[in-house]
């Protein structure tokens, strides 16, 4: 964006970059609900231009995966809910859409250990249900002996 390339931009102190990256996380959401996914998408990227690795960043890589993972722009999901992950967002939060943006790239197994985690730690959702239970399909149709390790809760 062009402020963040002035000197004013580049000069912003953290507080202030927390305060734009809040205000495009409620500004985002607002046009989310709104059914304004396109704008919210730009809302969100431009919030992340201001802010550096925190937990603002966090929220808006999660929300900006929300709209990949409504758009069906699974790959692009997958990488900026590793990022809200990487950057502190709760795993029961995320592990769901992560693993259906998995899923629906067509990387089952991984899917169905993402999934699987997060009805270990009661963060499934019935939406969330129904792709672990075509994950398990698609792997039991395939004939590949698969089986996933009780996920450690806590670790």
């Given at each position: ?40 998408e730009?809302?969100?990227r ?6 550096r ?103």
């Amino acid at each position: 964006t062009i402020l963040s390339k002035t000197p004013t931009g580049r000069n912003l102190d953290d507080g202030q970059r927390a305060t734009i990256g809040e205000g495009a996380t409620l500004l985002g959401a607002t046009f989310e609900k709104r059914n304004r996914k396109e704008l919210a998408e730009g809302i969100y990227r431009l919030g992340l231009q201001f802010v550096r690795e925190s937990a603002i960043a966090a929220e808006l890589f999660f929300s900006l995966g929300r709209i990949y993972d409504a758009f069906g722009r699974f790959p692009e999901a997958i990488a900026v809910f590793r990022r809200a992950l990487a950057l502190g967002v709760a795993e029961g939060k995320v592990l769901g859409y992560l693993g259906r943006a998995f899923l629906k790239s067509g990387k089952t197994l991984a899917a169905l250990a993402l999934l699987e985690r997060a009805a270990a730690i009661g963060c499934l959702t019935a939406d969330f249900e129904v792709d672990l239970h075509d994950a398990r399909r698609i792997l039991q149709r395939s004939g590949v002996p698969w089986s996933i390790p009780p996920a450690r809760v806590g670790t």
